[in-house]
């Protein structure tokens, strides 16, 4: 599989990425990272001659470099949730990943805060926390959703003008369990020890085996292997934790009481269209009507209706009469073809002239140029709720993503400043919000990246594992009918399928940025973690 460059930075957020392009299409075996293994600078003395004798003795006096855990620093805050006061200390560090050798072979940067006081650690819930990308940082979860500080925006997740701050976080989590924000390879502030071999991080299995050993290294270093353990990812994030579930089960025999998915991907086939894979037009049709339903754009029967019986009608069109549309393809009859065609007009707000021209298969990239082409905007890719003006009137294809340039400078900005000044961590490489990671190994020939059975291999092994899945109607990135499908085709038993609790959110990709979306999230997760934990 070759994704689009594109897709593949933007597909974190988030995390989210660099490039402003959208995917063309409606969404757009065991993998080992090689040891990396520095070569040893020691010198031995040259008993020929005292100066050389000399030399290699003042190579051996030499001090060895600082251990990047040198650099951590540990702060104390307070923080008022629910009307309670919650103590905790932040840690700001590094943990080194070394190979069988005991050579590092990268330096992984991290956020952790830990309630104080608490008599029991056995008792007390510990998340660890990532974006997705790949090639994002965990700063949007870290600093939207749960941590114990938040980025200013306006109330319905909009952007406002810089400069920019954060505010207290009375929705943070930390109130229910520790929190640790890990930044992958090539993120934040982590870093291969050698540029050249950071591509050994980079691919779904690489990525897995040094998150989890990361993991194993924090829960030992911290003795908190009797508490409860939980996974919280977003977008590629979500791809990110199911895999983790296998390699901590197979790798480190390590169970977890949950994995939170916040905007899921598990199976790319559902999200990135390709020729002769439908799929993903079936799936991203119920987000383009959530999408024309808020911008006014449906006939006003459907307008007049409430968003959820909207969507009713529309999965039932796309799972019924266009899915069977769409595999019929030239063999369908013209008479269907026009009724279908009425009616994807009619669900979607587009003309049926451009869905007649567009062979009932219209990308997510041309609707987003299409629905509003009247008032010259575009509408986003995480969050079609956000518009953006045009620069070319014609163009067939969407310029940006509003709902990125409203938040990516805001976390930006603002975390740069906090990890400095409030954690008091300090380093002068640049902090890597979003980057590219370059070539990545999706660990799939002629096939499409799937995790899913990864993660229910995970649930078949350890029924005790509870998986929470949020959902944003108004995300066009991983979009809620895809992440639905996914888990009706989990392929596990009927039992099982108890232990997945999926919540829906009015607002996209992140959507936490929404506050009435925060205090819904913060109650679902709360709940989730409490049950999940035996509480």
């Known amino acids: 599989m070759f994704p689009p460059t594109s897709f593949l930075r933007f597909l974190s957020l988030f995390a989210v990425t660099s490039s402003l392009a959208l995917a063309q299409a ?37 001090k060895p470099g600082k251990d990047a855990a040198d650099k951590n620093k540990v702060t104390e805050h307070s923080l008022v949730i629910n009307g309670q006061k919650v103590d905790y200390t932040a840690t700001a560090g590094m943990l080194s990943l070394k190979d069988g050798t005991g050579k590092v072979t990268a330096d992984i940067f991290y956020v952790a805060y830990a309630k104080k006081g608490v008599p029991d650690l056995a008792k007390r819930p510990l998340t660890f926390s990532f974006n997705g990308g790949p090639g994002s940082s965990s700063v949007w979860m870290h600093l939207g959703l749960l941590g114990p500080k ?84 977003e977008s590629y994030g979500t791809t990110r934790a199911a895999a983790l579930s296998g390699e901590l089960l197979r790798t480190h025999k390590m169970n977890l009481n949950g994995i939170m998915l916040v905007s ?30 808020y911008h006014q754009k449906l006939p006003a029967d459907l307008q007049g209706k409430p ?19 769409l595999l019929m393809g030239a063999a369908l009859p013209a008479a269907q073809r026009v009724q279908v065609v009425k009616q994807m007009a009619r669900l979607t707000g587009l003309k049926e002239s451009y869905v007649d021209a567009s062979d009932l298969r219209v990308s997510l990239n041309r609707f987003s140029a299409e629905l509003l082409r009247d008032q010259r905007l575009v509408v986003g890719r995480f969050d079609s709720r956000y518009t953006s003006y045009m620069r070319d009137a014609v163009n067939n294809s969407a310029e940006r993503d509003p709902s990125a340039d409203a938040v990516f400078s805001a976390f930006t900005s603002t975390f740069n400043h906090y990890v400095r000044n409030d954690l008091k961590f300090e380093d002068d490489q640049p902090y890597n919000i979003l980057t590219s990671p370059g070539k990545w190994n999706w660990d799939a020939e002629n096939e499409f990246t799937n995790v899913s059975e990864t993660l229910a291999e995970s649930m078949t092994s350890n029924p005790f594992l509870k998986v929470h899945v949020s959902s944003g109607f108004y995300d066009m990135a991983t979009p809620y009918y895809a992440s639905r499908y996914t888990f009706s085709h989990l392929n596990i038993h009927p039992e099982l399928m108890k232990n997945v609790t999926e919540d829906d959110y009015t607002s996209g990709h992140m959507m936490y940025l929404n506050l009435p979306d925060l205090k819904k999230q913060k109650e679902d997760l709360a709940k989730f973690v409490r049950m999940a934990s035996g509480k």
């Open 264 to 293: 899921t991907v598990l199976n790319f086939q559902t999200i990135w269209g390709a020729d002769g894979n439908d799929l993903p037009f079936v799936l991203y049709l119920p987000s383009f009507t959530a999408t024309a339903w």
């Open 307 to 325: 968003l959820a019986e909207v969507l009713k009608e529309v999965e039932a069109f796309a799972s019924g009469d266009y899915n069977q549309a």
């Open 26 to 62: 409606p969404g757009g075996g065991e993998g080992e990272a090689k040891p990396e293994v520095p070569k040893d600078a020691a010198e031995k003395g040259d008993a020929a001659g005292k100066d050389e004798k000399a030399k290699g003795d003042e190579k051996k006096d030499e």
């Open 150 to 233: 938040r980025v200013k925006l306006r109330d319905d997740g909009f952007a406002v003008p810089p400069p920019y701050e954060l505010v207290e976080n009375e929705f943070s989590l930390l109130d229910e369990t520790d929190l640790v924000f890990i930044d992958p390879v090539g993120t934040g502030y982590s870093r291969a020890s050698k540029p050249e071999e950071a591509k050994n991080f980079y691919g779904v299995n690489e990525d897995a085996k040094s998150i989890g050993e990361f993991i194993r290294l924090y829960v030992t270093k911290q003795s908190r292997w009797l508490s409860p353990k939980f996974l919280i990812g």
